[in-house]
Antibody, heavy 116, light 109 residues
């Protein structure tokens, strides 16, 4: 059984960066395709990016290109998502999730608040 | 990028009734790589259906998915109190990018 445990809530100022972590247990991160999804308050789900096993690379949604970096530390089975140049519209709950396209395991979510 | 449009935005029904949720894609979804998720307030989404019609592990058989190409449907045969929630469709193709629909809220009438 895969379990994903995310880092705690963050409060950031506009223009700053945030790094959210997702610790995997019950499976090896290197055997999973990790994705990141966010949800602004009262809004729907938004896919940010994830690992494409066919091309063996991480694909980012066009909206976040140049601002987001997704990395993996296989020595600790921890995935990271860093979002830079934060603005108020980036206030959201950020989820890590894994699966072969359909996402059957999700972290609990990390609230990132961007406020001056 | 494939755009998914869900309808209706809100569905008001009573327990025991049948719910029919629609998800329409802007272009054909390859190999029926279409999933449905349920989300309750304050919780992460839960996978219900993958491959357009296969139930995920532990999902009751009152949930069913159907469709192909650009038109997909999630049906809840008889609504239980715990089924009142938000529902999202997602297309995941053969590789990213993936996209979600805007969601349908199933609320108690």
């Amino acid at each position: 059984q895969v379990q994903l445990v995310q880092s705690g809530a963050e409060v950031k100022k506009p223009g700053a960066s945030v790094k959210v972590s997702c610790k995997v247990s019950g499976y090896s991160l290197s055997d999973l395709s990790m994705h990141w999804v966010r949800q602004a308050p009262g809004k729907g789900l938004e896919w940010m990016g994830g690992f494409d096993p066919e091309d063996v690379q991480t694909i980012y949604a066009q909206k976040f290109q140049g601002r987001v970096t997704m990395t993996e530390d296989t020595s600790t089975d921890t995935a990271h998502m860093e979002l830079s140049s934060l603005r108020s519209e980036d206030t959201a709950v950020y989820y890590c999730a894994t699966g072969s396209g359909d996402l059957d395991y999700w972290g609990q979510g990390t609230l990132v608040t961007v406020s001056s | 990028e494939i755009v998914l449009t869900q309808s209706p935005g809100t569905l008001s029904l009573s327990p025991g009734e049948r719910a029919t949720l629609s998800c329409r894609a802007s272009q054909s979804v390859s190999s029926s790589y279409l999933a449905w998720y349920q989300q309750k307030p304050g919780q992460a989404p839960r996978l219900l259906i993958y491959g357009a019609s296969s139930r995920a592990t532990g999902i009751p058989d009152r949930f069913s998915g159907s469709g192909s190409g650009t038109d997909f449907t999630l049906t809840i045969s008889r609504l239980e109190p715990e089924d009142f929630a938000m529902y999202y469709c997602q297309q995941y193709g053969s590789s990213p990018p993936f996209t979600f629909g805007g969601g349908t809220k199933v609320e108690i009438k």
